[in-house]
């Protein structure tokens, strides 16, 4: 019989749909407090929840041996100094469509002049000038993992071309050219040419402040940084330089280094910045729940778990 763990802020959401699958031989607790899941932690052999919530709980979980995160960042259990002897799966495969919508509506929002245009409207100004389109334009990517992917199937639909950086992998049959290595030689050839450059990088040691000066001035002026992947991977300093300066034309920031993003940070007040608040791509437990469900019979029958992390690499 196993034991199981939902520490969540919708640990009711994530336990109706568990339960309705009616999986076997599993005993289900869930709370949406660390202190409560702490007092009976040592009982259960399996946790499933947010990363932030199951890090407070982690040294009591003593008898875990999988936990299935919420999330697909995982860094707040990758500290080195908690245990790693479990296995760790995130979630990965239903964030693509969220991940399109935001990227593409402001990247649309962009070219279609809309927010010009809105403007031009409060100040009862008629505003003819014409819009511009994403076909022929170059969209980049660092990244292209599952959401990558996604974004480069749109991308596609709209007629751009596409760059991709990874570590190794060519596995989008939509991007048209990938750069691997380190950036400080691949990353003029990759980001010269491009009008949108979009970050959905791990945040990991080998990707830390991936997003630097170097690459920044490799950009073209009219280019837009988009992140809605990981604050840790972009050196702020470096960017609010670029986008001062001109160097670039924009940026559409979802995550920061610290967050919330301190009230008196220079990228409020910067005009050619648009600040989302860490809300790209929310975990909806009807598209998170079956990613449980599935690995838990896949637990049962002895085979391996989806997307299991890998402690050293952080993803």
Not at 58 to 85: F, K, N
Not at 145 to 173: N, P, Q
Not at 281 to 310: C, H, K, W
């Amino acid at each position: 019989m196993h034991t199981l763990l939902i520490l969540s802020r919708r640990a009711s959401d994530y336990h109706a749909l568990i339960e309705s699958a009616h999986l076997p031989d599993v005993a289900i607790t869930s709370t949406t407090d660390p202190a409560e899941a702490a007092a009976r932690a040592a009982s259960f052999d399996l946790a499933f929840g947010e990363p932030a919530l199951l890090r407070q709980v982690m040294p009591a979980l003593t008898a875990v041996r999988w936990v299935q995160s919420t999330w697909a960042g995982v860094e707040p259990l990758l500290d080195p100094a908690l245990r790693r002897d479990y296995i760790l799966t995130n979630a990965r495969g239903v964030f693509g469509a969220q991940m399109s919508e935001y990227v593409f509506a402001y990247l649309l929002a962009r070219e279609r002049k809309i927010f010009e245009k809105q403007a031009s409207q409060a100040a009862g100004r008629w505003d003819p000038s014409p819009a511009t389109r994403p076909c022929g334009k170059q969209l980049g990517l660092l990244g292209v993992g599952t959401i990558g992917a996604a974004l480069a199937r749109t991308a596609k639909h709209f007629g751009m071309r596409v760059k991709g950086y990874t570590r190794a992998s060519e596995d989008s049959a939509d991007v048209d050219e990938y750069f691997h290595g380190p950036l400080a030689d691949v990353g003029a050839a990759f980001a010269s040419e491009l009008d949108y450059l979009v970050c959905v990088m791990p945040d990991t040691a080998a990707t830390h402040h991936l997003v630097n000066e170097a690459l920044l001035r490799a950009l073209p002026p009219r280019a837009v940084f988009i992140n809605p992947g990981r604050g840790g991977v972009v050196d702020e300093s470096a960017l609010a330089t670029a986008l001062q300066d001109g160097r670039i034309a924009g940026a559409v920031l979802d995550v920061f280094e610290t967050e919330p993003l301190p009230s008196d940070h220079v990228f409020w007040r910067m005009p050619n910045v648009v600040i989302t608040s860490h809300t790209a791509a929310l975990s909806v437990p009807s598209d998170i729940a079956p990613l449980f469900i599935d690995n838990y019979r896949r637990l049962r029958r002895g085979e391996p778990l989806q997307y299991r992390v890998d402690f050293e690499r952080g993803y």
